[in-house]
């Protein structure tokens, strides 16, 4: 998929989603969410493949712990 393509779904599905709708459109293709946790989570995934391809890079977090064992 293409940058504009990303581009083009996401805002698809901001606008579907501010408008309280859970069935989005785009290039003739119609998916229906079951609920808005499943379009936050599908926006959350085009949001980092949109940064990915802009960067050119996927950005990691590395979290560390440490523990004295007691």
């Known amino acids: 998929m293409i940058l ?5 779904q ?3 599905l901001l606008a579907a989603r501010y408008r309280g709708v859970r069935t989005v ?3 003739g293709r119609r998916i229906t969410y079951a609920t808005d946790a499943e379009m936050a989570a599908a926006l ?15 950005r990691r977090r ?3 712990s440490a523990s004295k064992g007691l």
């Open 62 to 64: 590395i979290l560390t």
């Open 10 to 12: 996401r805002d698809a």
């Open 44 to 58: 959350a995934d085009l949001e980092k493949r949109i940064a990915a391809m802009e960067t050119g890079t996927l």
């Open 25 to 27: 459109e785009v290039e």
């Open 4 to 8: 504009e393509e990303m581009t083009a």
